[in-house]
């Protein structure tokens, strides 16, 4: 269980596919976003240690059409050619790779908790297929951000030091109240409106 702050970033995803851990400080729509809120700090790491208590019962994930689809992205706070920027309020640029490292059939459950300070945390519980490719991709892409998608809403985008090697990942994403509604709505359990978080 990793993260200590987390985020909301909201975005209508054109031909981009994928999700970014952000942990917030403004809040502000992005370009072609309607009705949507982009939050990001980029001093929030996967890597940092924080204690969490769960929230709700861990969510296996069940056939649901009506479940939303969970995404987590490489990103960069630095331009790279063919990464989709993002911006971020009150001032930066998030670039994010297009192609999702893992998706909502990499995980085997999910589960709403809080950090010490209250704050809601999702942990997602990856299956080893999804572990294997998360802990690839960290290896090869040393001291970069992983973006968290729910749905079409980037919920978080933290930095990550070493390769993610354990098969619980969690993010910070605001409120107890955001991530069990998240956990929830990715298991299948709920279907979450569109612009919940």
């Known amino acids: 269980m990793r993260n200590r702050q987390a985020g909301c970033i909201r975005w209508v995803m054109g031909s981009m596919v994928g ?5 917030l400080v403004g809040c502000q729509t992005l370009p072609g976003a309607k009705g949507g809120k982009e939050r990001a700090d980029t001093h929030a790491t996967v890597a940092a ?41 009150p001032s930066g640029m998030l670039y994010v790779r297009p192609m999702a490292i893992i998706d909502r ?3 085997i459950g999910i589960q709403a908790a ?5 704050d809601g945390v999702l ?19 040393p001291g970069l951000r992983l973006a968290l998608v729910v749905g079409h809403t980037m919920l978080a985008a933290p930095g990550y030091a070493a390769p993610i090697t354990q098969q619980q990942l969690a993010f910070g994403v605001g409120s107890a109240h955001n991530a069990e509604l998240a ?7 709920d279907a979450a409106p569109m612009g919940a978080f």
């Open 19 to 23: 999700a970014v851990a952000v942990a």
């Open 49 to 89: 240690q924080a204690q969490t208590q769960a929230v709700g019962v861990p969510h296996a994930i069940v056939e649901n059409r009506q479940a939303l689809d969970l995404r987590v992205f490489l990103a960069d706070t630095r331009s790279r050619p063919d990464w989709t920027p993002v911006p971020l309020k």
């Open 105 to 107: 059939g990499d995980l």
């Open 114 to 118: 809080t950090d010490q300070k209250g």
């Open 123 to 141: 942990v997602l519980i990856l299956g080893d297929e999804g572990l294997r490719k998360l802990r690839e991709a960290t290896a090869a892409n």
């Open 183 to 189: 956990a929830r709505s990715v298991a299948g359990v």
